[in-house]
């Protein structure tokens, strides 16, 4: 016979240790595509360089899909610019959301009193006696004070 599991409700610790990794999960994502794009940026830059001092009617090879095509320069450049534009709008767009993710954080940090160990702030003594720590999935500590 099956046995029947009890689901108990998440207390508010847990509650705000969740919410609090789901923050930091966020907020990482964030920083990893804004690197990506500052990478892509960063080679579009290169090649945009490189290209404009090459004669426009000069053949090149542009990876497209998967697929690479002949083209001349003069047909690459264009596009090249306007990608990089488009990056530049992406990248502004991700530091000025990474920026509000980080000011969310430590509103939440601040609401909840938590203390991330191995962090800038060590809990005091008088804060551990009321306080649970739990591990996060990147190996440190979270407390939440229960003042």
């Not at 029947?4 to 705000?16: C, G």
């Not at 990794?21 to 595509?33: I, V």
């Amino acid at each position: 016979m099956e046995k029947l599991v009890k689901s108990r409700k998440p207390t508010e610790e847990e509650l705000i240790h969740s919410t609090f990794n789901a923050l930091r999960t966020e907020q990482r994502q964030l920083a990893t595509k804004l690197s990506e794009i500052e990478l892509d940026l960063n080679e579009h830059n290169i090649v945009i360089e490189t290209l404009n001092k090459l004669d426009g009617e000069r053949k090149c090879f542009r990876l497209i899909g998967g697929v690479l095509v002949e083209r001349k320069i003069c047909d690459v450049l264009p596009t090249l610019i306007k990608n990089r534009g488009e990056m530049s709008k992406i990248v502004k767009t991700l530091n000025e959301q990474l920026t509000k993710k980080g000011i969310e954080i430590n509103e939440f940090k601040n609401n909840h009193n938590i203390q991330v160990k191995g962090g800038f702030s060590e809990p005091t003594e008088l804060n551990e006696k009321h306080s649970e720590e739990k591990k996060t999935d990147q190996g440190s500590s979270v407390i939440v004070n229960n003042v």
